[in-house]
Nanobody
């Protein structure tokens, strides 16, 4: 089993920045890919970013490309999401997820483990 704990959410004004963290524990050696998803009220959970844990290769949703950066610290079993130039439409609960195998998974159903989520609110 793998446990994921997110942190770093909060309230920020439009144009501001936040950095989310996701700490993994348990059988972390089984993790090949980690991703960030978000879910706004009344909407489906959507892909934000993904990273391959071995080589750090990232991929992003078009809506965040150029503004968000995903990175990882393998020694600390932690993945980060640096969010810059935030917009009100980025407001959502942000979830960290982990998958076995190395692939740019963008569907929530491809992930085996999930964190509890952290709220990000961007005011206009």
């Amino acid at each position: 089993q793998v446990q994921l704990v997110e942190s770093g959410g909060g309230l920020v004004q439009a144009g501001g920045s936040l950095r989310l963290s996701c700490a993994a524990s348990g059988r972390t050696s089984s993790i090949g890919t980690m991703g960030w998803f978000r879910q706004a009220p009344g909407k489906e959970r959507e892909f934000v970013a993904v990273i391959i844990m071995t080589d750090g290769a990232p991929a992003y949703a078009d809506s965040v490309k150029g503004r968000f950066t995903i990175s990882r610290d393998n020694a600390a079993n932690t993945v980060f999401l640096q969010m810059n130039s935030l917009k009100p439409e980025d407001t959502a609960i942000y979830y960290c997820a982990a998958a076995v195998g190395q692939y740019f998974h963008i569907r929530p159903t491809s992930y085996n483990y999930w964190g509890q989520g952290t709220q990000v609110t961007v005011s206009s």
